[in-house]
Structure formats: structure tokens, C-alpha cells
């Protein structure tokens, strides 16, 4: 079953760009993906979901700040004009035909 | 609008039982697949079990195959999560989410909290 691996932390400045990165273990390189967000306090919240192509498709509501895209196994969140409300967790989720799996997650600090 | 409302937390001592529901509501529950997840405190999020939309298949973690069990009642809208055998570590609050095929976890409960201690 496949594995994601998320850095630990990230942190940008207010009104910058930042790009979080999940990436797929060895022979899950095609694999969908899809990005959570967690505030303190709150629960996980859908972004999109990613697909290796770098196609996405973003839940509803979800500012236009934020888009995805993908590199061999690597998929990528990134936010734009950074807010102090994206002051988050974010977490990356996949899955095979019987199990489900999500990354550490990262913690994203607004400077 | 979607809404998943979970219950049945509380605390519960160690080899102890404890069921959770996860009350839906805005979608047509029967055509999805539901999952619940996990999050021990200070931690990250956990998958512990996904049913099929009909019922007929479901799936488990490692750390809970055999001691929870994942069922749902598609005339009353709602999941469930039967737990045996809880451990100190089975400490977490507890999520439903509904799954949309190829797009992963699209809407989520706010969570119940489970507390396992003597």
C-alpha cells in the first residue's frame, strides 16, 4: 500500500507564496491524491483533489489562492497571497483498493 | 447542504466497548462510501475503517482489524463504529467522512471525542 511523506513544518510570510509537497512511495508514483486543511480548533476541511497529470479539481468554496500540481511522484499545494487564516495543517490522503492512508501532515506558519 | 454529526463518545476504561454514529444528511448517503479517522491528541490524522455505500465491503487499519467493526443503516442515514478491546492508545477524536470515488475524503464531521482510562 502506497506511503505519502509530508515535511514536518513550513512557514512564508503574509502576502507570499509557499508550496507544500506530499510525496508518493516507490511504485504509487500515479497515484490521486487529495489535500486537506486543518485549523487549530477545527476540523479537516477537502482543498482538492490531484491527479499525476497535475490536474485538479477543487472542493467547493475553496479560494482561488490555492491550486496543486505534480512532478513524477511529487504532489504539490500551493497557496498564493498567503492570509493569516492559512495558518494550518495540512494533510495529503490516498488510497488503494482496501485501505486509505494520510501523510504526517505539515504545519504551515503565516509570518 | 452536507452535514455529518458524530456521537457516542465519552470515556470508556481499557478492554472496555464503546459505539459511535455518524448522523448524515444533504446527499444521498446509500451512493457513498463513508470512512471514519482518527486523531489522537497533538497528533496527525489516522484512517481506521471504510464501508462501501451498499454495506457489502469493508476495510480496516492494522492497528484496529478485529477489534472495531464498521457497519451502516442506509434507512436512517447513518455510520457506525462498533469498538472492543479499547486501549489506552485507541485515545482520539473520532471523524466520519464521506468518501467520493477517485477524490478522496470530501466532507467531514466535526468529530466525537473517545477517552480510554482507568
Known amino acids: 500500500q502506497p506511503v505519502l511523506t509530508q515535511s514536518s513544518s513550513a512557514s512564508a510570510s503574509l502576502g507570499s507564496s509557499v508550496k507544500l509537497t506530499c510525496t508518493l512511495s516507490s511504485g504509487h508514483s500515479n497515484h490521486i491524491i487529495a489535500w486537506h486543511q486543518q485549523q487549530p480548533g477545527k476540523a479537516p476541511r477537502y482543498l482538492m483533489k490531484l491527479e499525476g497529470s497535475g490536474s485538479y479539481n477543487k472542493g467547493s468554496g475553496v479560494p482561488d489562492r490555492f491550486s496543486g500540481s505534480s512532478s513524477g511522484a511529487d504532489r504539490y499545494l500551493i497557496i498564493s497571497n498567503l492570509q493569516s487564516e492559512d495558518e494550518a495543517d495540512y494533510y495529503c490522503e490516498t488510497w488503494d483498493s482496501n485501505s486509505r492512508v494520510f501523510g504526517g501532515g505539515t504545519k504551515l506558519t503565516v509570518l | 447542504e452536507v452535514q455529518l454529526v458524530e456521537s457516542g463518545g465519552g470515556l470508556v476504561q481499557p478492554g472496555g466497548s464503546l459505539r459511535l454514529s455518524c448522523a448524515a444528511s444533504g446527499f444521498t448517503f446509500s451512493s457513498y462510501a463513508m470512512s471514519w479517522v482518527r486523531q489522537a491528541p497533538g497528533n496527525g490524522l489516522e484512517w481506521v475503517s471504510t464501508i462501501s455505500g451498499s454495506g457489502g465491503n469493508s476495510y480496516y487499519a492494522d492497528s484496529v482489524r478485529g477489534r472495531f467493526t464498521i457497519s451502516r443503516d442506509n434507512s436512517k442515514n447513518t455510520l457506525y463504529l462498533h469498538m472492543n478491546s479499547l486501549r489506552a492508545e485507541d485515545t482520539a477524536v473520532y471523524l466520519c467522512?464521506?468518501?467520493?470515488?477517485?477524490?478522496?475524503?470530501?466532507?467531514w464531521g466535526q468529530g466525537t471525542l473517545v477517552t480510554v482510562s482507568s
Open positions: 467522512a464521506e468518501v467520493v470515488a477517485a477524490a478522496g475524503m470530501v466532507y
